[in-house]
């Protein structure tokens, strides 16, 4: 490792963290199962030698270089292969949106840890990268490959996610004790922080404001901020605001009597009603407690409120609202810790809630019922006892991903059918757009981008790009192209009236194996054919009739599955230049809330993407149904409005980013 030269507290950090990192990895592949001597030492030496070569770049760049030379190289790796890479960056990036409250001041340490001069969010030693570095090495020494290392890795979020976040947690304490001349950056439990910023995540870019759950009831919220958990944020405004005189420090015996005090109201008040932040008891608590008791209260009422949420999960908030109090009353801080298991609880419920229709399974609500009760009967509910409750609520996550694996299964090999289909259709209209340029008429523009793209697309489909067909094709296409350039000579004209018929010809033919009649083919061919009549008689090129509006996606059957319908635009839809490239954002896992064009409403998760990236499956387990989506269909209904993404992992934070700035209105 290279460390920064005559820094040896820096360096002995930097061994520090890095042999906590093995050890928190060591723990995480314990509790999933593979604690086996051999798949230890997997994980802690592939994670251990990137923690190394991570910390060997000095700048940005550096990093940045070696990693766009990785990149280079993906395409040179299997199929599966790239699918698991793709999937690895994925769990990265999720394992980092959880723990972006303790990776921002993380980030601005290693900078002065290892004297860089800039780096990427991506380049931090410990970060979410080298553990999934590790998760790699982890599932090729356990022999898992294909469905099982995704399937291993859609497991692997939650207990892995929860192990960083403390892991994260402890090394910014460490770091505070440490004495380091450390930037000042936002840290979520940190007393008094700063509010946070409603910027853009930008995470689509020229699409709308990402939305929520909020927003897809109707409200759209900002984006929670990167650098401190606004929760946190919320709580230290709240502080800030109780008055002047308010207690700072009081006797034991009185402390203890007032306490006694609000478990008696607490007790007094078990249901939704009464607010204790309101109460004659909120002006005697010390000012953080009363900010804790405040923000709970205020956070649960906010998410509780009719139409923002399912009313499934909006009962459930009301009734964590008395043991979370009881909580907080003791701890301040733990509503302002992601960490925090009573957080956890909160968020697993919103997954449970964003997952479901408006009601839940009858055993699933059992589970629930039954979870929730047992932790609101507690006089004093502690950290382990909201861990265990959201440990009773694990079930109903795993049975509901069960359920989407099935519907996955089924529709598997027909969504593999139209991706490549698909991806045909967007690979020859590609290539025949290149075949023009400036000086191509408009008319076989047109006809290239409609009927002889479907062509195309069929043959490369059936028969690939290496096929006699494929070429003769294009070769037709390009003297299409050229037979409309102006005529410079009365023997360009004479040349162009000698081979104008060869080629109608070979156009006719191709136009036949679409399975066209002639009149429907002369019919496709008229405006070319007039523009040719203009060519040849010397005048100029006759204005095309108005081009169909663009057309709307449509749902249909797929023949050989009938329970899986297809969302996408019809095939003789016009272009639309202005969507393709797009399609990047969506990442397997994510939760869509999408109108059909039949009028029918989809909570569909994408639970696989093809490896072209043309169609996506989305799986409502509540409805058990099974759509598969074309990309360029599914954004452009982003755009459009009648589709929103289903934000399952920020919803907290959120709604407390817009009570923090409503407070601050």
């Not at 957080?343 to 055993?363: S, Y």
Request: proline content about 7%.
């Amino acid at each position: 490792m290279s460390h920064p030269a005559g820094n040896t507290l820096s360096a002995s950090l930097v061994a520090e963290f890095r042999a906590g990192l093995l050890e928190t990895l060591s723990e995480f592949a314990k509790d999933v199962g593979r604690g086996r001597p051999v798949e230890l030492a997997a994980i802690t030496e592939a994670a251990g030698a990137c923690h190394d070569e991570l910390a060997g770049f000095r700048d940005r760049h550096s990093f940045s270089a070696a990693r766009g030379l990785t990149a280079s190289r993906i395409s040179l790796v299997h199929e599966d292969d790239l699918e698991f890479t793709i999937e690895l960056t994925d769990l990265a990036r999720r394992l980092r949106d959880r723990c972006s409250s303790e990776l921002t001041p993380l980030h601005a340490a290693y900078l002065v840890l290892l004297d860089q001069t800039d780096a990427a969010e991506e380049q931090i030693p410990v970060g979410p990268e080298t553990a999934c570095r590790g998760l790699r090495a982890l599932c090729d020494s356990a022999g898992l490959s294909g469905e099982k290392r995704s399937a291993f890795l859609s497991t692997a979020l939650e207990p892995l996610g929860r192990r960083l976040r403390t892991f994260y947690r402890g090394l910014n304490d460490r770091l505070l004790e440490s004495g380091l001349d450390m930037p000042v950056v936002g840290r979520g439990h940190q007393p008094g922080a700063a509010p946070p910023s409603a910027a853009d995540s930008g995470e689509l870019p020229a699409l709308p404001e990402e939305t929520t759950l909020l927003a897809a009831a109707g409200r759209t919220v900002p984006p929670a901020p990167a650098d401190a958990d606004p929760v946190s944020a919320l709580g230290a405004h709240l502080a800030r605001r109780r008055p002047v005189d308010a207690p700072k420090a009081l006797d034991p015996a009185l402390s203890a009597a007032i306490l006694g005090q609000v478990r008696n109201w607490l007790s007094a008040h078990d249901s939704a009603g009464d607010r204790l932040y309101a109460s004659e008891l909120a002006p005697l608590l010390p000012p953080e407690t009363a900010a804790a008791v405040e923000t709970v209260e205020r956070l649960l009422e906010y998410l509780s409120g009719e139409s923002r949420v399912p009313p499934t999960l909006a009962q459930r908030f009301s009734q964590l609202q008395i043991p979370l109090l009881r909580l907080v009353v003791d701890d301040s801080a733990a509503i302002g810790d992601p960490a925090h298991p009573a957080r956890q609880l909160l968020d697993t419920l919103v997954r449970i809630g964003a997952g479901a229709d408006e009601t839940l399974p009858a055993e699933a609500e059992q589970t629930l019922d039954a979870a929730l009760a047992a932790l609101c009967a507690l006089p004093a509910p502690a950290a382990e006892d909201f861990a265990r409750a959201d440990a009773r609520l694990e079930p109903i996550l795993a049975s509901r991903a069960a359920i989407e694996q099935q519907l996955t299964d089924a529709a598997m090999l027909a969504g593999q059918r139209l991706d490549r289909r698909a991806h045909a259709l967007s690979t020859a209209a590609r290539t025949l757009a290149r075949l023009c340029d400036d000086h191509t008429p408009p008319a076989v523009r047109r006809f290239l981008a409609g009927e002889w793209t479907q062509l195309v697309a069929r043959v490369l489909y059936n028969h690939g790009d290496k096929h006699p067909l494929w070429r003769e094709l294009l070769d037709v296409a390009n003297r299409l192209g050229q037979s409309g350039r102006p005529l410079d000579s009365p023997q360009a004209r004479q040349r162009l009236q000698a081979n104008l018929p060869e080629l109608i010809k070979a156009v006719h033919k191709g136009l036949a194996l679409l399975g066209l009649d002639e009149a429907a083919r002369d019919r496709a061919l008229e405006d070319c054919m007039a523009m040719h009549a203009a060519r040849l008689g010397g005048k100029p090129l006759p204005e095309l009739p108005p081009q169909e509006a663009a057309a709307e996606p449509v749902l249909t059957r797929v023949s050989d599955t009938p329970a899986l319908s297809y969302l996408h635009f019809p095939p003789s839809a016009p272009q639309r230049a202005e969507i393709r490239g797009a399609n990047d954002w969506l990442r397997r896992g994510e939760l869509l809330a999408l109108q059909l064009p039949d009028g029918s409403p989809l909570l569909g998760r994408a639970t696989w993407i093809g490896p072209a990236r043309q169609v996506v499956l989305l799986v409502d387990q509540s409805r058990q149904r099974t759509v598969a989506a074309d990309l360029e269909a599914v954004t452009s209904s982003l755009r459009a409005g009648t589709a929103h993404r289903i934000d399952e992992h920020g919803l907290i934070r959120r709604a407390a980013s817009e009570l923090l700035t409503q407070g601050q209105g």
